[in-house]
C-alpha cells in the first residue's frame, strides 16, 4: 500500500520538504479528502475540487506565509484551509466556533486577507505588495481570481493601477473554468501563449469552440480573440506572428497562458519561473470546476455548494416536501406580475438560482438580465431602465447591496426613479458569516429620500408587500430573510394594502412590541408569556405613525425589534419620532448588537444575539424592572 503523503503534511513547510515528484499523489489525496469531509459537513464544493492543483503548487512554490495567497471570494479555499495547518478541523467547517467558509485573517497567518466577496483580491494582494516594498521585505504576492468574478468593475481598476507600476512584483492568476454559481454571462477570452505552439492548428478550433460562445458577451473582446486567431493561422502558414497581443498585457502585465490548472507539476515549473520575475505577472490557467468528482464536474451549479450527503451517491432527496422559502415566493410572485405588467424587467447580479429567477428566465427571457457580478451596474442600469418607462425589479442579496450603495442613492433615489429592489437574506444568513450577512441595510437606506421600505413577516405579507411596492412610482425596498417561511399560504392574487400602515397582530397590556419582518413571530410567542400587544409594523419607512402615537398613549413601555442592526435600524426611527412628538415613554431597541455577527446555524447566532423567543422575552422582563 501506498504511504500517504498528506497524512505528513501539517503545514506548508512540510509539503516543500517532498520531492516534486511526490505532488500529483498529494493533489489525489487532498481532492479525496475534501471530497469525504466537505460530504460530512455540507459547505462549497465544486469550486474547491477545482482548485486543488493550483493550492498545492502555490504553497510548494511560494515561501507562505511570508509570501500572500489573497484568494477571491475565498469559498474556493478549502484546500488551501487544509494544507495551512487545520486539516483536523475540516469537520467543523461553517459551523458555531468552528471554520470559517472563506479566508479569515484572525483564523490563520496563512489567510492573508478576509474576504467574501467577489474581485477584491487584486487590490488587495496589490497594497500588500506595496506596503512590503515600502517597509523593505522581499515577500511575494499572488490574486487568484476566477472568470466570474473578473466581470466586476473593481478587478479591473486593480489591474489598470498594478499594470502602471512597473515595480510591483505582483502575480495575479486568473482561474478560468467558465463559471461563477451559474455560467458567466461574461468571460475573458482564452489568450493563446507561445508555449502551445506544437499544436496551433487544434488549439485554435479547440479555443474558438470553447470561448466564443462566452466572448461574445464581452464586448469587444470576441473581435480581439477572432484578430488573434487569424493571426495564429497566419503563423501556420509561415507568416510573421506577435505572440503578445493580449488584453492584460494592454494593461501592463505580463501573460501568461492559458496553462492546464489539473498539471500540478506543470503549474509548479511555470509558477517558479514567474516567482523568480520582476514586474506585474498574469498567469492565465484553465480548470474544471467540480474536477475529480464526476457528479460535479457534470452538474456544477448544482454542486456550487452542498448540504451533508454520501459522496458515493450525492444528494439524497427528501421524502418530506420542502418548506416554502420566501425566495421562492419572490420568484413566484415575479412571474405573475409580469404576466399580468409586459414594463416588468427582472435584473441580477449573476445571482439567478440564489435570487429565485430560474423560473423567471425560462418564461421571459427577453426580460431577464444578468448583468454579471456587478452590482453597481446592475443598480445604474436599472435606473436608466426605468427613466424610459420599463419596471425593473433587482433581486440581490442584502450584503451585495451594500457594494452598491453611491448607485442606490444617487442614480436611483436622487432621481425618485421606480426601481423595487428585492433584497433577500436579509439579516442573519448563518453558514455564510459575517460577509454575508444582510445586517445593514434598514440602517443605511432608511436615511435615503424617496425610498419606501417594507419588511414582511410571513409569506402571505412578503406576496402582498412585493405587490404593493411595485406599485408606487419611486424607489422602493422589500426586504425578507433566508429560509422558508412560517408556514403561511403565500397565494396567488397580488392585492396590495396602504402604504405605511402597520396591524395589530396581539393586543395585551403594559408592554407594545412594535416588531418588523421576521421579527414578529417570535416577538408573539415572547407576548403570549407577557401579555404584550404586538403591532406588525410592515412598513419602516414610512412608519405609521398614528399607531405608534396609539400604542405609547395606551402602554407603559415600547419595545421594537427587528433582525438588523440597533444603530440606526427601525428602531431609532421609532425613537426619532417619539422624540420629535414628545411621546415620552420607556423604550427597549432589540437587534443585532453592534458586533461582528460569526458564522454558524442562524438559530444559535439569533439566540446568542437574543433574538429567540426567550432572548426577546428576558430583555424585557428585565427592561420592566
Known amino acids: 500500500m501506498t504511504k500517504s503523503l498528506l497524512n505528513q503534511i501539517e503545514l506548508p513547510s512540510d509539503l516543500r520538504q517532498l520531492p516534486e515528484s511526490d505532488l500529483p499523489q498529494v493533489a489525489d489525496e487532498l481532492r479525496e479528502f475534501l471530497l469525504q469531509t466537505v460530504c460530512a459537513t455540507g459547505g462549497h464544493f465544486a469550486s474547491n475540487l477545482g482548485t486543488v492543483e493550483l493550492t498545492v503548487a502555490l504553497h510548494y512554490v511560494y515561501n507562505t506565509p511570508n509570501d500572500h495567497l489573497v484568494w477571491d471570494v475565498g469559498h474556493q479555499s478549502y484546500p488551501h484551509k487544509i494544507l495551512t495547518g487545520r486539516k483536523h478541523r475540516m469537520g467543523t467547517m461553517r459551523q458555531k466556533d468552528g471554520l470559517a467558509g472563506f479566508p479569515k485573517r484572525c483564523e490563520s497567518p496563512y489567510d492573508a486577507f478576509g474576504v467574501g466577496h467577489s474581485s477584491t483580491s487584486i487590490g488587495a494582494a496589490l497594497g500588500m505588495q506595496v506596503a512590503d516594498q515600502l517597509q523593505g521585505r522581499p515577500n511575494r504576492h499572488v490574486a487568484i481570481i476566477g472568470d466570474g468574478a473578473m466581470t466586476a468593475g473593481q478587478a479591473f481598476e486593480a489591474l489598470n493601477n498594478a499594470g502602471d507600476m512597473k515595480d510591483t512584483n505582483l502575480l495575479v492568476i486568473l482561474n478560468d473554468n467558465e463559471m461563477s454559481i451559474s455560467p458567466n454571462v461574461g468571460a475573458l477570452p482564452k489568450y493563446l501563449a507561445s508555449s502551445v505552439m506544437r499544436d496551433v492548428k487544434d488549439l485554435v478550433k479547440s479555443a474558438k469552440n470553447k470561448s466564443e460562445k462566452v466572448l461574445n458577451k464581452l ?7 477572432k484578430r488573434f486567431e487569424n493571426k495564429l493561422k497566419e503563423a501556420v502558414d509561415g507568416s510573421p506572428l506577435d505572440m503578445h497581443i493580449s488584453l492584460f498585457e494592454k494593461f501592463g502585465f505580463e501573460y501568461t497562458g492559458p496553462v492546464d490548472g489539473h498539471d500540478v507539476l506543470g503549474l509548479t515549473e511555470t509558477l517558479k519561473t514567474l516567482r523568480s520575475k520582476s514586474g506585474p505577472q498574469f498567469l492565465h490557467i484553465i480548470t474544471k470546476k467540480g474536477n475529480g468528482y464526476k457528479l460535479a464536474e457534470n452538474d456544477p451549479v448544482g454542486f456550487h455548494a452542498i448540504g451533508k450527503m454520501d459522496p458515493a451517491v450525492g444528494p439524497v432527496k427528501s421524502s418530506t416536501p420542502a418548506a416554502v422559502t420566501y425566495t421562492q415566493v419572490f420568484g413566484q410572485w415575479l412571474c405573475d406580475q409580469a404576466a399580468v405588467d409586459n414594463r416588468l424587467v427582472g435584473v441580477t447580479p449573476a445571482m439567478r438560482e440564489g435570487s429565485g429567477l430560474v423560473a423567471f428566465e425560462k418564461q421571459y427571457p427577453n426580460r431577464y438580465f444578468d448583468v ?9 442600469f436599472a435606473g436608466g431602465l426605468a427613466c424610459d418607462g420599463i419596471k425593473p425589479v433587482v433581486a440581490i442579496y442584502s ?3 451594500q457594494r452598491a450603495y453611491d448607485q442606490l442613492v444617487h442614480d436611483v433615489a436622487i432621481q425618485n426613479l421606480p426601481v423595487m429592489f428585492a433584497i433577500d437574506r436579509a439579516g442573519i444568513v448563518g453558514a455564510d458569516g459575517p460577509t454575508h450577512a444582510g445586517a445593514y441595510d434598514l440602517s443605511f437606506m432608511r436615511c435615503i429620500p424617496n425610498m419606501v421600505i417594507a419588511a414582511p ?3 402571505y405579507e412578503c406576496r402582498l408587500l412585493l405587490s404593493t411596492c411595485y406599485q408606487l412610482n419611486q424607489p422602493t425596498a422589500v426586504r425578507y430573510p433566508r429560509g422558508s417561511g412560517t408556514g403561511v399560504d403565500a397565494g396567488r392574487e397580488l392585492q396590495t394594502v396602504e402604504v405605511g400602515k402597520g396591524l395589530i397582530r396581539r393586543q395585551g397590556e403594559k408592554v407594545a412590541i412594535l416588531a418588523f419582518g421576521s421579527m ?17 409594523m410592515r412598513f419602516v419607512k414610512p412608519l405609521d405613525e398614528a399607531l405608534i402615537i396609539e400604542l405609547a398613549n395606551n402602554h407603559d413601555f415600547i419595545v421594537t425589534v427587528e433582525e438588523n442592526a440597533v444603530q440606526g435600524g427601525a428602531g431609532s426611527a421609532v425613537l426619532e419620532f417619539m422624540a420629535k ?23 444559535l447566532i439569533l439566540q446568542g444575539l437574543g433574538l429567540d423567543v426567550v432572548g426577546i422575552e428576558t430583555s424585557i422582563r428585565n427592561f420592566m424592572i
Open 581 to 603: 412628538n414628545k411621546l415620552c415613554k420607556p423604550v427597549l431597541n432589540l437587534g443585532i448588537a453592534d458586533v461582528v455577527t460569526e458564522h454558524g446555524d442562524p438559530k
Open 457 to 459: 413577516s410571513d409569506e
Open 219 to 225: 464586448p469587444g473582446v470576441l473581435d480581439v480573440a
Open 372 to 380: 454579471g457580478i456587478a452590482e453597481q451596474h446592475a443598480v445604474t
Open 399 to 401: 450584503t451585495f447591496l
Open 520 to 536: 414578529v413571530q417570535p416577538a408573539l410567542q415572547a407576548a403570549d408569556n407577557l401579555n404584550a400587544t404586538v403591532a406588525d
